[in-house]
Structures are given as structure tokens and as C-alpha cells.
């Protein structure tokens, strides 16, 4: 494939990207949530 | 003075539960990873080469469906911020979902800049140019980044919700100055071959098949990621009414009112 690591880094740039955000969404929910009692999540 | 802070409410074995997760999300994060496989699938091996630009047609299917979900997200924000400002409640729930989906949107712009970079570097050979298209695309971004610099802002819940909500509804409107930026002005990107004026579709079946699995997926994307930033909002601003409550409580137990 031509300029293979040009689209292979796009798509690692993307994935790493939505990895990153996810690992930094779920640690702040975990770390807020615990200091919270649950009936204040309305999602519960 | 007595340093106050709130309550710990359960143990790092409770993490799981104690965070923001729910059947649902976790049903929408695995459909989610499901479809993502499907993309990489489709983009980088079923999917044929492009007659004009060769392999370089491959970043589109993460490039498009990473540009769709900002818009996406930056509509939404409007929307919610309209939601805020002109609900006769004014609630707060629709200022975090407004935030939440902002922060998304700011992401993945920030992803179609570089990956539409590292497509122009193959087909244009230079990662960037003042065209009108990346110059709109940059401008909105950093209109985000404001958005986002403005929540942070001090200020009471009602303050942040009231600026942001303001701000969210006049930077939506770059959207259409970005998307027709191509044909207002002569620009090196290529138009819209979907969703272009004329309606007239000309790509490959296989090729926006796998647009529409991107699209499906980056849209499942977006869905996980709001709800759970905006439940960790939320958390927030419970966190912050709480510490609130108790520094009034202990000064007034300080000054004898209590």
C-alpha cells in the first residue's frame, strides 16, 4: 500500500484519540462518583 | 478555621458502579467498538483504491466520519443551549449536555485537522495551506476551544450556563461558512461528493458503504461520550454546591449564626 504509514497513523491518530478521551471520561466519572451519594445520579 | 470537604461515598471496588456507566452505555459502547472493527474492516482492506487519489481515499473513512461528528456535536450544543436559555426552567441539565457535547466536538476536530493534514501531505504533498476550507475548519475549532475557555470561566452554574449558551449559539453558525467554504471561494479541498449541493452521489458502492459504517459509528461514538460527560458534569456541580453548602455551614457556626 502507498503511503501506508500516512493512513495507518491517520487511523491510529483517530482510535488513539477516541481511547484517550474514553480512559479520561471513565476515570473523572469513577473518581467524582465516588465522592457522591447515588441519589443525586439521576441515571441510577 | 475547620477545612470541610464532602463525603467519600464508597470504596475503589465500588468504582464500577459509583461512575457514570449504565446498561445502556454499555450496550452503546459495545455496539460502538463492533462498528469501529467494521470501519477498520471496510476502510483498509474491502474497500477499493480511488481512481484519482489512490490509497489516500482510505483516511476519508475516518476523516469524514470524525468532521460529521463535530458538526454533529456543535449542533447539538446549540441546540441544547437554546434548550437552557429559552426553557422556562433554564435548566442546567441541558448547559452540561451543551458542555459535554462541545468538548466531544473539540476533539474531533482537533482528529480532522490532523487526519485531513496527513491526506493533504499524500495528495497535495504539504500538510497544510491558508485554503478557505482548512482556514474556516482551524477557526471553528479555536471557536470551540473559547467555548470551552469560557465555561471554565468563575462564576456561579447559572453564570457559566447563561455565557456558554450565548456563545454556543453564534459559533454553530460557522458551520454552513465551513461546508460552503469550497464553493464561496476557490479552495485546493474537494467538494462534498455525498452531501453536495446538486445531489448527485458519484462514488463507488463499497466506498460509501463504508462512509455509512464510519458515520453509524462515530454517531455511536458521540451518544456514549455525551452521556457520560455530562453525567460527570453533573457530578461535578454536585460536588461544587456541596463544598459550597458546608463553607457557609462552617462559617456560620464560626460567627455564632449557625
Sequence with gaps: MDDAGFILGSYLLTFGAMVAFAWRTIRIGRRLGRQVPDEEKHWR | ?258
Excluded at chain 2, 445531489?199 to 458503504?209: A, E, N, S
Excluded at chain 2, 455525551?226 to 456541596?242: E, G, K, N
Aim: positive net charge; proline residues 2%.
Design chain 2, 1 to 258: 478555621m475547620t477545612t470541610t470537604t464532602p463525603t467519600d461515598h464508597g470504596t475503589a471496588s465500588e468504582a464500577g458502579r459509583a461512575g457514570t456507566g449504565t446498561r445502556a452505555t454499555r450496550v452503546i459502547g459495545i455496539a460502538a467498538i463492533v462498528m469501529l472493527a467494521w470501519l477498520t474492516l471496510f476502510g483498509l482492506v474491502l474497500s477499493p483504491a480511488d481512481r484519482d487519489q489512490g490509497e489516500a481515499v482510505r483516511i476519508m473513512y475516518v476523516h469524514v466520519p470524525s468532521v460529521w461528528l463535530a458538526y454533529l456535536a456543535f449542533v447539538v450544543t446549540a441546540v441544547a443551549s437554546a434548550g437552557h436559555l429559552f426553557g422556562r426552567r433554564h435548566s442546567l441539565g441541558f448547559d452540561r449536555f451543551a458542555g459535554a457535547s462541545a468538548e466531544v466536538g473539540v476533539v474531533f476536530m482537533a482528529v480532522t485537522l490532523v487526519s485531513g493534514m496527513l491526506w493533504g501531505r499524500i495528495t497535495w504533498g504539504v500538510y497544510w495551506q491558508w485554503d478557505a476550507r482548512l482556514t474556516t475548519t482551524a477557526l471553528l475549532f479555536l471557536s470551540y476551544v473559547g467555548y470551552l475557555a469560557v465555561r471554565s470561566l468563575e462564576g456561579s452554574h447559572a453564570q457559566r450556563a447563561r455565557r456558554s449558551a450565548v456563545i454556543g449559539l453564534l459559533a454553530v453558525l460557522e458551520i454552513p461558512l465551513v461546508h460552503w467554504s469550497v464553493r464561496l471561494w476557490r479552495s485546493l479541498h474537494q467538494e462534498a461528493t455525498v452531501l453536495n449541493t446538486d445531489l448527485d452521489v458519484q462514488i463507488d458502492g463499497l466506498m460509501l458503504f463504508s462512509l455509512f459504517v464510519g458515520v453509524i459509528a462515530f454517531s455511536l461514538v458521540f451518544l456514549w461520550f455525551v452521556l457520560h460527560r455530562s453525567r460527570a458534569m453533573a457530578l461535578a456541580d454536585s460536588m461544587d454546591d456541596r463544598r459550597l453548602d458546608l463553607a457557609v455551614a462552617a462559617r456560620r457556626a464560626e460567627t455564632g449564626n449557625g
